[in-house]
């Protein structure tokens, strides 16, 4: 397996971050033909088009919203809107706009519109909370310069900035607030910047157009449709079949299936940054138990499988982050001895089958799988065998909404998913302060840990990179290795499927799946 490249910097952690420079994105691809229209097969709805409610991430990924700054596919953060974002001090940043831009209506993105936007989500977006107290306030000083004012010191303002999901993107206050709630009123309004603007809306079916005003250059695509198929193998026939150029969302399965075909390409992202997670339920035996959770973690073949279950298009975990970056640790391997005396030591006897049992209870293990995440499964089934030998009992329940079955804690004991310890936009503190610190907003399992929630603090706050890549490193001994709160099972690239006409198609590292210049 390839290794990943190191980022070239670290989301955010910089002293001051002063961006100049042109837009950057994926190069157009030539081809033989004029192609400008598109359809994508995806397996997610596109729940809202307010980005102030959930599911708004879409925006950004299908090249709709945008954000002031964008975070590129090495994972560094550029100019976008803004021409500039500058530290003033520990609670002060100044903004200045690119001139010149517009909505996709027409009306003009000056301070002001950005302001309206940009204080919109303050107060009503509930992402927005991980990154940005309540108190912190955008303010514009002129026609192209805004301030930001946050009550305390916050070193997570560049990764705010740039965040793909529902925090900060930019759009017309007026055309949102105008649609009264109603998504199918904002279709046509022309209230974001991107390259392409909403023509029509279902949460099954997302159709847009190029929008010729673009500040960045015509973009490339006449029209696009985002069609949600559920069925996976639907998705790639769709492909095979021409309804469809693109594919999202295939589990590594069709690498090996579609091997050697000519009617579809099997593609990966240059690098993997997303880890499905294993979350444990820390409320009830047996993951109340610190050994039978270090004990688990311990009885899982991670190379296997990345090598074996993801047929090489995963990366082996070696801990909570991809190898490549600056703040991983390796701290994570398969020692099954190990296990069976961790086991042994907290009085868990073997028994006929190979399952062990404490006080008349088998160390049964309610496994929860993502349907519409078909590898969850499939990785699941790979570790019902491996932790077995240590003397588990993996029960797998492939749920169509796990988020729904883990808000009851007395029906699960431990999950996987595509949860990863870095945001979508490669940053490791929103997942930290979100899914691991007290009442965080994705802390399913209960984790509550003041030495935990002590460092998400001082992370919080400390704008050195190397003092925050130290705080990083000094966490993930607790949360991954001394109390084994949770298990990175594999890296996973980005996979899609792609027609003859889009077999160059660049699969984008942070999701930013449509650019203003992707072509086939």
């Not at 301070?111 to 955008?138: C, D, I, P």
């Not at 303010?139 to 010191?153: E, G, S």
């Not at 965040?163 to 709630?181: K, L, P, T, W």
């Not at 899609?496 to 590292?509: F, L």
Request: overall charge negative.
């Amino acid at each position: 397996m390839s290794l990943l490249r190191r980022m070239v910097a670290t989301i955010g952690l910089l002293l001051a971050l002063a961006l100049t420079g042109c837009a950057t994105g994926t190069p157009p691809a030539t081809s033989t033909a004029p192609v400008d229209r598109l359809t994508i097969f995806n397996s997610y709805k596109i729940a809202s088009l307010d980005p102030s409610e959930s599911g708004t991430n879409w925006l950004f990924d299908w090249g709709i919203a945008e954000n002031l700054l964008q975070v590129d596919e090495q994972g560094v953060i550029q100019p976008w809107l803004a021409a500039s974002v500058t530290r003033t001090d520990d609670t002060h940043w100044t903004i200045a706009l690119r001139p010149n831009l517009t909505f996709q209506n027409g009306k003009p993105l000056d301070a002001t519109a950005a302001v309206a936007a940009l204080n919109r989500q303050v107060a009503k977006a509930k992402a927005t909370r991980v990154y940005l107290e309540e108190g912190s306030v955008f303010t514009a000083v002129d026609d192209l310069h805004l301030t930001l004012t946050t009550p305390k010191p916050n070193a997570m303002v560049p990764a705010a900035l740039a965040s793909r999901d529902n925090a900060f993107q930019v759009y017309d206050v007026a055309a949102i607030e105008a649609a009264a709630g109603d998504s199918t009123k904002i279709v046509g309004q022309g209230a974001f910047t991107g390259p392409y603007a909403i023509t029509a809306w279902t949460p099954e079916n997302l159709e847009t157009a190029r929008y010729d005003g673009y500040w960045a250059g015509r973009p490339a695509l006449a029209n696009v449709t985002v069609k949600v198929v559920a069925d996976e193998q639907a998705r790639i026939a769709g492909v095979q079949s021409g309804q469809a150029d693109l594919a999202f969302y295939p589990s590594p399965d069709a690498k090996l299936a579609l091997h050697g075909s000519s009617d579809a390409t099997f593609l990966a992202s240059e690098q993997a940054l997303q880890a499905l997670l294993i979350d444990m339920n820390l409320s009830a035996a047996p993951f109340n138990d610190v050994a039978v959770r270090q004990a688990f973690a311990r009885s899982i073949d991670y190379a296997a499988l990345a090598d074996q279950v993801a047929n090489g298009v995963f990366d082996v975990a070696t801990g909570l982050y991809p190898a490549s970056m600056p703040y991983a640790v390796a701290n994570q391997s398969t020692d099954v001895p190990a296990a069976q005396a961790l086991l042994d030591q907290a009085g868990w006897t073997t028994g006929a089958d190979g399952i062990r049992s404490k006080d008349g209870s088998r160390l049964v293990v309610r496994f929860v799988t993502q349907a519409q995440g078909p590898e969850t499964l499939a990785l699941a089934t790979a570790m019902q065998a491996q932790v077995k030998k240590a003397g588990f009992d993996l029960q797998i329940n492939n749920a169509e909404d796990s988020a729904a079955v883990k808000k009851d804690m007395s029906a699960w004991d431990a999950s996987i998913g595509l949860n990863g310890s870095l945001s979508g936009t490669a940053d490791p503190l929103q997942p930290f302060l979100s899914r691991w610190t007290t009442g965080g907003s994705a802390n399913a399992q209960g984790l509550s840990d003041p030495a935990v929630d002590a460092l998400g603090a001082q992370l919080k706050v400390t704008f050195d990179e190397s003092a925050r890549n130290d705080l990083l490193k000094e966490a993930q001994h607790i949360i991954a290795d001394e109390k084994a709160y949770v298990i990175a099972a594999t890296y996973k690239r980005f996979l899609v499927i792609a027609s003859p006409t889009w077999k160059d198609y660049r699969v984008s590292n942070v999701r930013a799946h449509l650019r203003w210049n992707t072509a086939p």
